[in-house]
């Protein structure tokens, strides 16, 4: 079936340098890449999503890359600060049902 | 209250138990989804409702049983589960099913079988 690969499955950066996290899907035909980041003990919550029209998307800290020939997709966080410590996931849109299939999530540490 | 609200917030059953899980959301969304989430795992779906109706049903033992009686409320009833099945049930809304929008997850129920 159609899945969506995250890696790396833990990254641990120092505060104020960048952190970036990569996704590889399957399904050639899906059109939107959101990502969530769930803190601990919290509910997954829409941090930035692209469109496949597009090759890339900036919102303040939070930048998201597509790829679609390549078929990846990257989210990229700058200057980062305590308060990005969480696990973060990326999702492709299958086009065939409209499902949204996950990758299996990346813990972000940001090291004092 | 506000956004996606889930009851209980923590469920430990037996085996033999039947429970219910609750959701509801004051959105005004037409579609909700049932996931569930294990430690390192992609959050798997498990159920969609679209105004009402089921659209998907990811090859869910029947053990897990939806039910969606208006858009703003999606239960999910348990009985005779298996240890395996202990995880953080989270539930979700959404405008459309259709489209790629935003969905807006509730704060979850960790459930223990036992």
């Known amino acids: 079936g159609e899945n969506v690969e995250q890696h790396p499955s833990t990254l641990s950066v120092q505060e104020g340098d960048s952190a970036v996290i990569k996704c590889t899907y399957s399904d050639s035909a899906s059109n939107y890449f959101p990502w969530y980041k769930q803190e601990l003990g919290k509910r997954p919550q829409l941090i930035i999503d692209i469109r496949s029209n597009v090759g890339e998307k900036k919102d303040q800290r939070i930048a998201v890359t597509l790829n679609k020939t390549a078929k990846h997709f990257s989210l990229h966080i700058t200057e980062t600060q305590p308060e990005d410590s969480a696990v973060y996931f990326c999702a492709a849109l299958m086009d065939s049902n409209y499902q949204l299939i996950w990758g299996a999530g990346t813990k972000l540490i940001i090291k004092p | 209250e506000t956004g996606v609200t889930q009851t209980p917030r923590h469920l430990v059953m037996g085996m033999t138990n039947k429970k219910s899980l609750k959701c509801e959301q004051h959105l005004g969304h037409n579609a909700m989804y049932w996931y569930k989430q294990s430690a390192k795992k992609p959050l798997e779906l498990m159920f969609v409702?679209?105004?009402?109706?089921?659209?998907e049903n990811n090859s869910v033992p029947s053990r897990f049983s939806p039910e969606c009686p208006n858009s703003s409320h999606l239960f999910l009833h348990l009985h005779t589960l298996q240890p395996e099945d202990s995880a953080l049930y989270l539930c979700?809304?959404?405008?459309?099913?259709?489209?790629?929008?935003?969905?807006?997850f509730g704060p979850g129920t960790r459930l223990t079988v036992t």
């Open positions: 409702y679209n105004f009402k109706e089921q659209t």
């Open positions: 979700a809304s959404s405008p459309s099913w259709r489209e790629g929008l935003e969905q807006y």
